[in-house]
């Protein structure tokens, strides 16, 4: 039932502390954060929560994209009116107050799947660091059991993630990956035991090494069969031609574990930041 219940999150297809420091000798990338997987359609829905910690009124704008980077428009449910966008919706919010909303469950519709950008309307893609944005994603497999969710925050977009995953006794990890940089990114992945043994290090599979497409969702086990059946360790970090372009290196990514019998929660990165800031990871 799990492995249905994942091949579901990955075709219709959490998150992390808050961002690690930034090592001064490196460039600074642009402050915008992501919700790097969305899954709307099917049994599937992803609700979203912003929050203003300040005592002024404040601005967010949530732009949906599928996995090529083009607009997406899942239905939406719980907006007030003129909060509807082309690709996205504008929320405004109170002092202190915060607002909800969703992605319609329709059994009968396709399921879809992307990323969202969380921004300042008007600031290019900054963000002011009084908003805050969390997600809940939330399946619905029958009326007679109550509904699996995990909730997870939003994602600062890093150089370099490093997540736990879990494999063992029925368990199954699936990863959502999204690339955030204008430029074509070849993503370097390493894949370690519980020792910390190097079992697998190369680039993603060459149909998925780089991105565009700008996001995709898999089950570890299906795209590093090397990770079957064990518990270890998985580090993603993205290269570029020539190391003058850091400030491009913006990869982010969600990792949910799924149960045997069905429910799922998020797995937080160890690690998210720079590679000057991690032991060589080759």
């Not at 990165?269 to 991690?278: D, K, L, N, R």
């Amino acid at each position: 039932m799990k492995t249905l219940c994942a091949l579901a999150f990955l075709g219709a297809m959490p998150l992390a502390a808050q961002p690690t420091a930034i090592a001064l000798s490196e460039p600074v990338a642009p402050r915008f954060v992501t919700i790097p997987h969305v899954a709307a359609g099917g049994t599937w829905n992803t609700e979203f929560t912003a929050v203003n910690c300040s005592d002024t009124f404040q601005q967010v704008q949530i732009v949906f994209f599928d996995d090529h980077l083009q607009a997406l428009r899942p239905a939406l449910s719980g907006l007030k009116p003129g909060m509807s966008m082309t690709n996205g919706v504008l929320v405004s919010l109170q002092p202190m107050g915060s607002f909800t909303f969703q992605t319609d469950t329709d059994a009968s519709s396709p399921a879809i799947s992307g990323h969202a950008i969380v921004s300042t309307p008007g600031v290019s893609i900054s963000i002011n660091e009084s908003v805050r944005v969390f997600v809940v994603y939330r399946q619905h497999l029958n009326t007679h059991q109550e509904d699996f969710e995990a909730a997870v925050p939003q994602f600062y977009p890093n150089e370099m993630i490093v997540f736990p995953f879990d494999n063992s006794n029925g368990y199954v990890t699936g990863i959502g990956l999204t690339n955030h940089s204008p430029l074509l990114l070849a993503v370097n992945v390493v894949i370690r035991d519980e020792n910390g043994t190097t079992l697998w290090t190369g680039d993603m599979p060459r149909d998925a090494r780089r991105l565009p497409p700008f996001h995709e969702a898999f089950l570890l086990r299906d795209k590093f069969p090397v990770t079957s059946g064990i518990k270890g360790t998985i580090l993603f970090s993205v290269r570029t031609p020539t190391p003058s372009t850091t400030l491009y290196k913006m990869l982010s990514a969600i990792a949910l574990r799924f149960s045997p019998m069905g429910p799922f929660t998020s797995l937080t990165p160890v690690y998210q930041g720079y590679a000057s800031g991690f032991p060589y990871h080759n």
